[in-house]
């Protein structure tokens, strides 16, 4: 005799994901607090499947966390019409025996409850444009950190080998110029007859050059599509902010409205000091782990630069160093270049540097 199946109408689902390569472990829970375990593989489809079986018409809400399979499950899921949310795992509400007793189905189960309980603090969701062109800047910063590496083993392997870089190429314009590299090629002697080790690494170095340019000109290309054109120009009139840094700050935040205001950006940056406050007793710290580990240490290297171009700021840096470290003092210019690029992406008007001539 065939069973009628219970109808959910109406009712809202509750579903925690924990998300794995090649398998989810997922915790449904309805409105009545019905419990249900579901473990499965990796897919959207299966997932929907076992919905349709077990909570037929059901409003379906999911949620997961943020981690290596980034924005590809959220999208997955919605294609089948399952609203989606993904969370930092930091910022879900963990009892002491969920952090003594970690498996995937107790992460599972907090995140069904939590979201079921409204205490679930989302992350932006990007287009899936955007997720390329971020990608594109974060692979260039990876080429750039293997070209240094390269370099630094050739010139250990020069130091090992006894061999002195010419004076001619100590200058910075002349370090790493088709002069140097043709040095390296055809003038450096090492102690074995042998020159395999040196030409391999010189062979890497040319190629991941190659690779670098090619994806420098990729960013400049993008910077001049639709979606980043404007904002580009914005950011290029900011002393110490360059092509890569521009781009950097478009494709990570990609939207500024998400922004409430410039402590809510700052934060997003890193760029604020962690707080304790107990009774009357306030004390501020060092700057804060969280924060996109991009953008923060891009503005700070900016910051850098930017002292010695802006006047107002080179003021206010000397200010500060009078009275810290010069390390802490940056972080403060820092700070303010994040209030400089908040308010120009916000007003849409370009920044107008400090006219000491005015004074």
Not at 169 to 183: E, L, V
Request: proline share 3%; aromatic share 10%.
């Amino acid at each position: 005799m065939q069973r009628n199946k219970i109808s959910f109408k109406g009712q809202k689902i509750y579903i925690g994901i924990d998300v794995h390569a090649k398998t989810w472990e997922v915790c449904v829970l309805t409105e009545s607090g019905y419990k249900l375990r579901h473990p499965q593989q990796a897919s959207a489809k299966t997932l929907f499947d076992f919905l349709k079986k077990h909570f037929l018409d059901g409003e379906y809400h999911a949620v997961y966390e943020s981690g290596f399979s980034g924005f590809s499950t959220y999208y997955a899921l919605k294609e089948y019409g399952i609203n989606c949310v993904v969370t930092h795992a930091a910022d879900v509400p963990t009892t002491q025996y969920e952090e003594v007793m970690k498996t995937d189905k107790v992460d599972a189960a907090k995140l069904a409850r939590s979201l079921r309980a409204g205490d679930i603090r989302p992350i932006y969701i990007r287009e899936k444009e955007n997720i390329n062109d971020r990608s594109v800047i974060r692979i260039r910063k990876t080429i750039q950190k293997q070209l240094s590496g390269y370099k630094a083993r050739v010139k250990h392997l020069l130091h090992c080998n006894g061999v002195e870089i010419p004076e001619r190429f100590a200058r910075p314009g002349t370090h790493w110029s088709r002069a140097f590299i043709k040095w390296l090629k055809e003038d450096v002697v090492l102690l074995s007859s042998s020159r395999l080790s040196l030409d391999l690494l010189v062979k890497q170095v040319e190629t991941i050059r190659q690779t670098l340019l090619d994806a420098t000109k990729s960013i400049r290309r993008l910077a001049q599509t639709d979606r980043y054109r404007n904002n580009y120009e914005l950011l290029m009139s900011i002393p110490g902010i360059g092509v890569s840094v521009a781009m950097c700050i478009l494709t990570e935040i990609y939207d500024v409205k998400r922004f409430r205001n410039e402590n809510q950006f700052a934060s997003y940056l890193g760029l604020i000091p962690t707080c304790h406050n107990s009774g009357e007793k306030t004390a501020s710290g060092e700057k804060t782990f969280r924060g996109n580990k991009h953008l923060g240490p891009m503005i700070i290297e900016a910051a850098w630069i930017a002292i010695y171009r802006d006047y107002g700021l080179g003021m206010t840096y000397a200010r500060y160093k009078q009275s810290m470290k010069p390390q802490e003092a940056i972080v403060k210019i820092a700070r303010k270049m994040s209030n400089i690029i908040f308010s120009v992406l916000k007003n849409s008007r370009k920044y107008e540097p400090y006219r000491w001539d005015k004074e």
